[in-house]
């Protein structure tokens, strides 16, 4: 058996009385989609940002490719290759779209100007942004230097998954990356992520719309009042199983009641 | 380079355009959504109109003298609106400016005319004076934590206090700085352009808005400093380092503030702990006329820089046309509420 990319062992996380994270586990294998369900408040973005760096878990162990890791800020998790979409898109919302794309990772022009004076390359930013929104079929807003505010809030959405997928070189996190989107624009973001696993980088996907998450989820990791309750196979179960479990009106074989 | 129109660029641009203007718009709306693309505009509209206004009741305002008296009146308060304005862009406010300034005057002054320090290097010192105190600042605000407000409510007390402290509270005279430190005042030198007589000290103002506008819109780093004044979670969440960006920000007003300090020794002609006493106010308003939002992240580097002049205009302006020096206060204060009111209802669009 293949050995796990990413994991996560006894992670705990308080906030003051309220433990986001209560010893939770995680595992993500190379090359494939894994969904993360649960209710609302259940733990699931607690558990994406111990990962990504943006919040410090109180207690437990990462690995990434076996080897233990602590990211201070997701800076360091992003110059460990695992980009990140969080639910709050994190995206500055006067800012243009491609200042946004290149966020903490703007390219300099070539030659004296960028070297000695930092002046960026905007031709160039702009440019592979535009790319970057086409693949993802976002045509209505190739004015790449619109302020994000005045986009709708599924182009948003867009927009940010499409710096994760651009940048994301060994794992890419989506919170709830179709929560705000339309039909259409959830069949791109599905196909993209099909895309992103084909490139053989694999795929953490929060989301609360099960249609979804059985159709391109390799297995689904069910979190329930703070910890991973149980990973099942997406061909084994029904969605009204998935729900039962993760509101525990049901118990999933294997797990002690 | 590419800077040439790209034919595909061009037509996206207006496709993007097409599909969002579908809805008509009243002309209200549009002003706003022009304001909120140009945000410069506001002061631009007001210099303009008063300008205007004041050539046709003021006589003699539109001299080339005049004009160019404004400028000179305007350099040390518009340099120092420039600190202000990169620490108000990260949603942050400097009430200590001022006293920076002052102080570092005192301390380039002293070192030169008391302690013998070469003249050079005591404004070199003074200048890493500069540099330190923006340091403290910034310390004060990413490490402890504390509000911008009340960290420079704070050390504005402190400069003032340690301003006292380093000058004796006397004043280095005009005459003993003719003779025994020139240099301190090269920024009130001034020359002759085309018959306005301009000082060094305008100079000085505006290659530090021109290095500025260039830092804010042509480096990342001018990204970032906006991002963080926008969103500091989301510019964090981005992978950006806000401590390490909100601290090159106080450092660098810092290092203004003491170039501001060198400029006001030109412009006073001598060194003075009193000096310059409403400054840090002054400044600020520069900068809210100049049309950058106290809440951050908004707004071009060169509003303010128009702000500074519009208040010299109205001031030039009303005491040519021989009015009571009250109503200079008066037109001030209500240009503020009105920038702040006009920045509130820009904002608005993107909610
Ligand atoms: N910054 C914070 N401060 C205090 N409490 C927090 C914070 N972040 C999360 N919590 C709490 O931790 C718990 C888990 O929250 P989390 O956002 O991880 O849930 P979630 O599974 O992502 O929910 P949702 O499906 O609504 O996004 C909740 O009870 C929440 O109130
Ligand atoms: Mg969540």
Known sequence: ?257 | MSDTPDPVVERDRSEAVASFEHHARGPLDRLQHFLHRYPTMVPVIVLVLSLIAFGLIAPNFFSAFNLSLIMQQVAVVGTLAAAQSLVILTAGIDLSVGAVMVMISVIMGRLSIEFGVPVPLAILIGLGCGLMTGGLNGFLVTRLKLPPFITTLGTWNIFLALNYYLSGRETIRSQTLDAEAPLLKLFGERFNLGGAVLTWGVVLMLVVFAVLWYALNKTAWGRRVYAVGDDPESAALAGIQTNRILMSVYMVAGFICALAAWSSIGRVGSVSPTSFFESNLESITAVVIGGISLFGGRGSILGPLIGAIIVGVFNSGLRLAGVDVLWQLFATGWLIIVAVAVDQWIRKISS
Do not use: C
Not at chain 1, 147 to 164: D, H, K
Not at chain 1, 170 to 192: F, Q
Not at chain 1, 225 to 247: F, N, Q
């Open chain 1, 1 to 257: 058996m293949t050995e796990p990319l990413l994991t996560a062992r006894n992670l705990v996380k308080r906030y003051g009385r309220v433990t986001a994270l209560d010893h939770a586990d995680f595992d993500l294998y190379p090359g494939e989609i894994l969904a993360v369900i649960g209710d609302n408040g259940a733990g699931k973005s607690s558990l994406i940002k111990a990962i990504s760096g943006a919040v410090q878990p109180d207690e437990g162990e990462i690995r990434l490719d076996g080897k233990p890791v602590s990211f201070a800020s997701p800076l360091d998790a992003r110059k460990a290759g695992i980009e990140t979409v969080y639910q709050t898109l994190a995206l500055s919302p006067a800012l243009s779209i491609s200042d946004n794309m290149f966020m903490g990772r703007e390219i300099r022009k070539e030659g004296i100007m960028g070297q000695w004076f930092g002046m960026l390359d905007k031709a160039k930013m702009d440019r592979f942004a535009r790319e970057k929104l086409t693949e993802l079929g976002l045509m209505t807003i190739q004015n790449i230097g619109q302020p994000v505010e005045t986009l709708s809030g599924g182009q948003r959405q867009g927009v940010a998954v499409a710096r994760a997928a651009a940048f994301g070189s060994r794992v890419i996190i989506l919170d709830e990356p179709t929560a705000a989107l339309g039909v259409k624009e959830s069949r791109r973001v599905l196909d993209l992520i099909l895309d992103v696993r084909s490139r053989g980088i694999p795929i953490v996907l929060i989301s609360h719309n099960m249609p979804h998450v059985f159709e391109v989820a390799d297995r689904v990791h069910i979190h329930r009042l703070g910890k991973r309750l149980a990973v099942i196979d997406p061909k084994e179960h029904s969605m009204s199983d998935a729900v039962a479990y993760m509101t525990g009106a049901k118990v999933p074989e294997g797990v002690a009641a």
